[in-house]
């Protein structure tokens, strides 16, 4: 199963310490501008942990054993992180969230590309993972999965105004979250579900020859 500490160790890195960029909505908190530290914004998370709008300098002085808390209890937890089997696909889907619940569409829409069927909701905005959304993860291709979240997140981030302000900046994020992984790692759990696949096809095959050869040898003893 998927381990949050090295996935919270990356989010640091490509997060960076505190900015209070104006044009970025996430830094006001009750109508004021406020601040982003690691990733956790304002308003959100952090706003839900206090019960109110932190202030400035509660964000500026936010400790990373206090931001590591904030990401596991409202996203890694949200989308069941220690639940999804493939490393790269379980980081891919919490930073996905880690976004914005928008990002976790794109998850579900992923899962129903890939599964080739509408398995699950794909014009759903709920901020966390079902059971049965996070076994459609566990079954399906990590790699295909991850290619395909790609595709619908930048498709929606593409539409947005201010693509020439962050644009390549998502960029860098993804490719630095992803190119992290190798092609191993990417595919592990599906070659694992395919050779579990394989084992339970060639037992059901000695069961039929073991049932044909016993229905065979009772014939005659009947007779």
């Not at 905005?125 to 990590?142: A, G, H, K, T, Y």
Request: charged share 20%; glycine share 8%; aromatic share 10%.
């Amino acid at each position: 199963m998927a381990n949050f500490s090295p996935i919270f160790d990356t989010t640091l890195a490509v997060e960076g310490g505190f900015q209070n960029q104006p044009q970025d909505k996430g830094n006001y908190c009750g109508g004021k501008l406020v601040g982003t530290k690691y990733g956790i914004a304002a308003a959100g998370a952090y706003q839900d942990s206090l019960g109110r709008c932190p202030t400035e300098n509660e964000v500026r002085n936010l400790s990373k054993n206090e931001a590591y808390k904030i990401a596991k209890r409202y996203y890694w937890d949200k989308v069941k992180g220690d639940d999804i089997k493939n490393q790269a696909l379980a980081h891919v889907v919490f930073d996905s969230l880690y976004g914005s619940c928008y990002g976790l569409r794109d998850v579900r829409r992923a899962i129903n590309e890939v599964a080739k069927s509408q398995v699950v909701n794909g014009n759903s905005f709920n901020c966390s993972l079902s059971n049965s959304e996070v076994q459609e993860l566990n079954r399906l291709d990590p790699k295909k999965l991850i290619d395909s979240i790609k595709k619908f997140r930048f498709s929606r981030l593409s539409s947005l105004s201010i693509l020439d302000t962050y644009g390549a900046g998502w960029v860098n994020r993804w490719n630095e979250i992803v190119g992290q992984y190798s092609f191993k790692d990417i595919t592990q759990s599906a070659k694992t579900y395919a050779k579990k696949n394989v084992l339970l096809t060639i037992l059901i095959g000695v069961l039929l020859v073991l049932l044909v050869l016993f229905i065979a040898y009772r014939k005659p003893i009947l007779n």
